[in-house]
């Protein structure tokens, strides 16, 4: 909902005019009756018309055909994710502009996935990353000990560790700030471990204003997207309420059908192992399934 | 595309004046604000909110992993393997959760990093403070005289040892140690309701040197809770507290949790108490639990953390404190 200025609306004193009736955005112009307009803006009814319109045109979404989308769209490849097993159910790897989701129950190697397909990225594209980290939890020991097969020379960790920016965010208004923050960078690839771990303390409150966030939080993340960000969340999986002990991803149902392809996560009891399930996915087939090893130099 | 002002951390009033003003979103707010000629007496009016609006729309400033490379605390317990196990000991600025069934050392090993936090810097402890929040009335003063009198015992042995420990400082500070200096500086407080925890604020502007928050346990105010949303409101926003304190004062946090069984298909299960979602917030999970037909051992398991696979540790409380098994196992 855009508010009224001076390109919009032929000059200062109409703005005036149009404020003092409590007439501040495009939209509440538009439902206004043309007669009425017509004298608190001194102007034919031509001219309010054609004011009408030229606003309609500005403030709507364009309308592009299939053909010039196609031609229009980002040349854009799969990027590796570098772990063989997941690249293959996955179909080559990460696409750009694609939120992944990462659901697990607590403990099942969410943040180990993240670090080691983190440090792969890094490797292959040579780019920075955003980190977002929102329990601060952030291990670079963890992180050099994964590097020590890949690199040889401590200077060769160090750019590494250079190329990771690690947002600390404890609370949910911060996120919002920071994701708002990011829109200005081109092409950029960001981890959010984890979403929920700032949502939880929301839910129990009579008016529910977590959800609020986590959907203003969806369509940011879906506006990096049409910039071609690539984007990885961490979400806890949580046990359904009846008894059957299926897991189902946590925050909400709105959530539930943002993530373009969603990866369940689960552990094989006492081993250090964990099993990678499509369960969403916009052009990978679904349910197609591969069993991860946890060690000291990361996933694979 | 725009930040709604219903996204800011205002009053409800405040976002309701604003959008009856016209201000739907965070951008034309501060355009307005930049432009003098454009305050409105609203916006004149409450220009004390302008510097808060401001920093809340300051994007966050990170910092390259390579700038976190500067290690972190930790609190070594007495026990060796326990203190492999977790990289050096309790780690500082993290939640670690103890979980097990009564009788499994939880709280023995609370007390125990309560005496450890105040090791001197000269024998590379951290020389700090404790805090307490007692909750089921385990703190037992007696038990930690016990402990202190022990450490003290083995301080001096090491003094008496061919290791010079140099420093007339030091040992005009070693000197200092006493059973009721250390023992002043474990500030135990009793709470039976978690919103409480906000008193640690004004606990820690007092003393700011603690090191180190233990709540045992954190799920005994939980039981008298009765419903299930309220409970989950309760925990994850002493979570957030905690976790926000553990950053600011860069301290420890220890939370000590009971156990609960869960019906599944395949029978009932053991698991700790308060589901997923606490699990999924705290950094260290460590589960104790006594060895069946040994007197006097126990172990701990890894259950979580970001630095370690899964690995266990044992070992055994004597008079003196958590402590190592003997090297030499009995035999029975």
Known sequence: MIRLNVPLVPDENILNNLFERNIYTVNDFLQKKTSNLQSVCNLQCKEVTKLKDCMTVKCSSPFVNGYQFYLKRPVSIFIQTGIIKLDNILGGGLFAGNIYELCGPSACGKTQLCYSILLNLIITTKKDIVYIDTKNKFSVNRIKQMLKNKCKTNNEINAILSKIHVYSILDIYKLITCLHGLKEKLEPIIFIDSLPALYLSFIGFDKNDGLCYINHICSVLKYLCNKNATIMVTNLAVKTSDSTNYFKPAIGKYWFHIPNTRLMITTIINQQQMCINITKSAYAPLNEKCILNIDNFGVS | ?332
Not at chain 2, 112 to 122: A, E, G, K, N, T
Not at chain 2, 194 to 215: D, F, G, M, S
Not at chain 2, 260 to 276: K, M, Q, R, S, Y
């Open chain 2, 1 to 332: 595309m725009n930040r709604p002002i219903w996204t800011l951390p205002l009053s409800k009033h405040t976002i309701n004046k604003l959008d009856k003003l016209g201000y739907k979103c965070c951008e034309d707010l501060i355009d307005s604000l930049d432009d003098p000629e454009k305050k409105s007496t609203f916006l004149r009016k409450h220009m004390e909110s302008e510097s808060e609006i401001r920093d809340m729309l300051k994007t966050p400033i990170y910092k390259t992993a390579a700038e976190l490379d500067i290690g972190r605390d930790s609190i070594a317990t007495f026990c060796k393997s326990i203190d492999e196990l977790l990289n050096g000991g309790i780690q500082v600025g993290q939640i670690t959760e103890l979980s097990g069934a009564p009788g499994s050392g939880k709280s023995q090993l609370s007390m125990q990093l309560c005496v450890s936090v105040q090791i001197p810097v000269c024998f590379e402890g951290l020389q700090a403070e404790a805090i307490y929040v007692d909750t089921n009335s385990n703190f037992s003063e007696l038990r930690l005289t016990e402990m202190i009198d022990a450490f003290l015992g083995h301080v001096s042995k090491v003094l008496s040892g061919p290791i010079d420990f140099k420093g007339e400082a030091n040992s005009e500070l070693l000197k200092s140690l006493t059973t009721a200096s250390m023992l002043s500086k474990i500030h135990r407080v009793q709470m039976n309701d978690l919103n409480q925890l906000y008193a640690l604020y004004t606990t820690l502007e007092r003393h700011p040197n603690v090191k180190l928050i233990v709540v045992d346990s954190f799920v005994m105010p939980l039981y008298q809770v009765e419903n299930s949303l309220r409970k989950n409101t309760l925990v994850h926003s002493a979570l957030d507290l905690l976790q926000t304190i553990a950053r600011e004062h860069d301290l420890a946090v220890v939370l000590t949790n009971d156990l609960t069984t869960a019906i599944t298909e395949n029978g009932a299960e053991v698991f700790p108490a308060l589901g997923e979602s606490f699990g999924h917030r705290v950094q260290y999970r460590l589960l104790l639990s006594k060895i069946p037909n040994q007197p006097n051992e126990y172990t701990a398991l890894l259950k979580k953390s970001v630095e370690h696979g899964r690995s266990a540790a044992r070992f055994t409380i004597s008079s003196n404190g958590v402590r190592d098994l003997p090297t030499e196992q009995p035999q029975l």
